[in-house]
């Protein structure tokens, strides 16, 4: 297990590194998945759990960083949704059972000093039930304990939750040191300015967006976007089908975010206003859905986000993805 922050989160955790330490017991990380939400809450539980942290960093060298490093620390629980076993698109979630079964490691004594950490990745899997079980937790919570919770869309998560802990927003990398960050990960990577634009300034998703087949598969949809009369829905929903169990869950999401990041730049171009991604081309964009109300293409905008966090768990994620397409060429074409 990886404990050092990006490059980007180490002045943020200097930063806050008296906060979290004297002042609260419960934190709200909000932030974007793509800049490194997850990294930065392992690094910041790695922080709290570290004997001789530095400037809000962990050592990677004491006793307490190698038990973390190797998943093998006796004050530190993970809280994340499991994978579905079945075929439909289903939201990760976390079950009551594993989020009560983290509340009584909790309630353990801490092996030292420093106290337990409980890190909920992301919390907003939490289902109603996993999320009013901490609620309770965090109200009351076991002596010498942490817990923290990431959100990339706080709005998601239970009011009460949010009034209880303390909201910490993370900072997104300025564009010089995402694309040194870019350029170290993957240096075979031919245009990175051109991955970052396509990813909105997100360093970690520019790099898995052009690795695999995922860049190909973003251009081949976009292209097929910019021609709805003869959009293929039915290869695409081939497409999807066709990965793994994580991997089909990921194709489905891709094609959501393509369409949408699509979506919001032909807002654009109608307002007047140049797309905001490399790969949306401006004329192609003018000339769709000419009758069609701003409105109307907003409101496909907005299932689209709903169905990113909360897809429907009735259908498969080829009729989805099929559904939805037929859904803009019927608008756009």
Not at 161 to 171: E, G, N, Q, T
Not at 313 to 320: I, M, V
Request: charged share 25%; glycine share 6%; net charge neutral.
């Amino acid at each position: 297990m990886n404990l050092s922050p990006y490059p980007w989160h180490r002045a943020w955790l200097a930063e806050h590194r008296v906060t979290v330490r004297e002042r609260h017991h419960a934190w709200l990380l909000v932030g974007r998945e793509g800049d490194g939400l997850a990294q930065a809450g392992l690094s910041l539980a790695a922080s709290l759990l570290c004997e001789h942290p530095r400037e809000g960093v962990a050592c990677g060298e004491c006793a307490s960083c190698r038990w973390l490093a190797g998943s093998v620390h006796p004050d530190f629980v993970r809280l994340a949704p499991e994978e579905s076993d079945d075929d439909v698109a289903r939201l990760p979630t976390i079950k009551t059972d594993a989020a009560r079964g983290a509340i009584s490691f909790m309630e353990l004594s801490a092996s030292t000093e420093r106290g337990r950490v409980l890190l909920v990745d992301p919390a907003t899997a939490l289902s109603r039930e996993s999320a009013n079980a901490l609620l309770k937790a965090i109200e009351e919570p076991p002596a010498n304990t942490r817990w923290i919770l990431l959100a990339s869309r706080p709005a998601k998560l239970l009011p009460t939750i949010r009034s209880r802990v303390l909201k910490l927003a993370l900072p997104r990398p300025d564009r010089a040191a995402a694309l040194r960050w870019i350029r170290a990960e993957n240096g075979a990577l031919s245009d990175p300015d051109h991955a970052l634009a396509n990813a909105d300034g997100a360093p970690l998703h520019a790099v898995e967006n052009a690795s695999g087949d995922a860049l190909e598969a973003r251009e081949r949809l976009v292209h097929d976007l910019g021609n709805p009369r003869e959009l293929p829905t039915l290869s695409w929903g081939s497409w999807v089908e066709a990965g793994g169990k994580s991997q089909k869950r990921d194709r489905f999401a891709l094609v959501l975010a393509t369409l949408h990041d699509w979506l919001v730049d032909w807002a654009r171009v109608r307002s007047g206003l140049a797309p905001s991604r490399a790969l949306s081309d401006p004329t192609i964009l003018a000339g769709l859905g000419a009758n069609l109300a701003l409105a109307e293409g907003l409101r496909l905008r907005r299932e689209l986000l709903r169905k990113l966090t909360l897809p429907d768990t009735t259908l498969s994620a080829r009729l989805q993805v099929e559904a939805i397409l037929l859904d803009y060429r019927a608008k756009f074409a």
